[in-house]
């Protein structure tokens, strides 16, 4: 009798984590979501899913929890709040390399994003590299979802936006279109990923349906609020002082205003190599705005 198979999950508390689990269950498959907290298990245990709790700092908690799967969807999870959050990336990532190697686990997908591939001068983009190279270097079947900007990113500006009438940017130029993506396409491609076969390493970029710039973003939110909305940038002086209050360590706001520099300068962009694949989603911004806004 074959063994049914075992997708494993992490980062089930965040968007693409519970998108990834939930395409799974929907699919028929066997879920375990992976969770710091047993509590934060207590939804997935009730849709089927088996809960196992490991730190993915602890590579032998880490390596417990993976044990005994066909594949992982890993999520290393950025700490804005900390000081030593690039040097935390390294932790995890080295973590995260010795459980799948001691679990031997078969293969797994990994989420990163656009930029990945770049060596310096990405912000928190770096964190995504870290993790790339070392499993890399693990030997084990991997995928690395290379992600667009998340479309989910302009949420935190819609409610100032409907009050002023204004759409605040960092992205600019503002009529510069780039590629974005929702979060719940991200775990639905993960989770058809996870259920491939594959050996050695992939690195997939995605996408959504189309790329937008953000005069569309704010052409679209008018609609959605049917009421005039002008995008306007933030100069790149004020953007400090923009993420004040936040909850963001000095390290992670220098790491983000390098992050936006590299997007708007064109660094941090899709490598157009016809060896990297590339996946687009459905879900549209009007579609996000809808689902965000109502």
């Not at 594949?71 to 995890?92: C, G, H, N």
């Not at 001068?121 to 995928?143: C, D, K």
């Not at 979802?145 to 500006?157: H, I, K, S, T, V």
């Not at 590299?262 to 911004?285: P, Q």
Request: aromatic share 6%; with cysteine; glycine share 6%.
């Amino acid at each position: 009798m074959t063994k049914a198979e075992l997708y494993a999950v992490t980062g089930v508390s965040g968007r693409t984590g519970a998108a990834t689990a939930q395409a799974l269950i929907t699919a028929g498959k066997q879920v375990r979501v992976v969770v710091r907290d047993a509590t934060k298990g207590a939804y997935w245990q009730q849709q089927g899913a088996e809960v196992a709790v490991a730190d993915l700092s602890n590579s032998a908690t880490l390596a417990n929890a993976l044990s005994g799967v066909t594949a992982a969807y890993i999520i290393s999870p950025q700490q804005y709040t900390r000081a030593d959050l690039f040097t935390q990336a390294e932790v995890m990532a080295n973590a995260i390399a010795e459980a799948a190697i001691a679990a031997k686990l078969p293969k797994m997908v990994a989420l990163s994003s656009v930029g990945a591939e770049q060596a310096s001068s990405t912000g928190w983009i770096a964190m995504n590299r870290v993790l790339e190279q070392r499993l890399s270097q693990t030997g084990l079947n991997v995928a690395f979802l290379r992600a667009a900007y998340f479309m989910e990113n302009w949420q935190p500006l819609i409610s100032p936006a409907r009050a002023l009438g204004e759409l605040a940017s960092f992205l600019a130029p503002l009529e510069r279109k780039i590629p974005m993506i929702a979060s719940q396409d991200i775990g639905e491609i993960a989770a058809q990923v996870l259920c491939e076969n594959w050996q050695g390493t992939r690195a997939i970029n995605l996408t959504g349906p189309a790329d937008y710039s953000p005069h569309d973003v704010a052409h679209h939110l008018a609609a959605q609020l049917d009421k005039p909305i002008t995008a306007v940038a933030i100069p790149e002086s004020h953007w400090q002082q923009a993420m004040s209050g936040q909850g963001f360590s000095p390290a992670a706001l220098a790491g983000f205003i390098e992050m936006t520099k590299g997007l708007n300068s064109g660094h941090i962009a899709f490598n157009k190599n016809d060896s990297i694949e590339h996946r687009a989603g459905s879900i549209t911004l009007e579609t996000l705005l809808k689902q965000v806004t109502e």
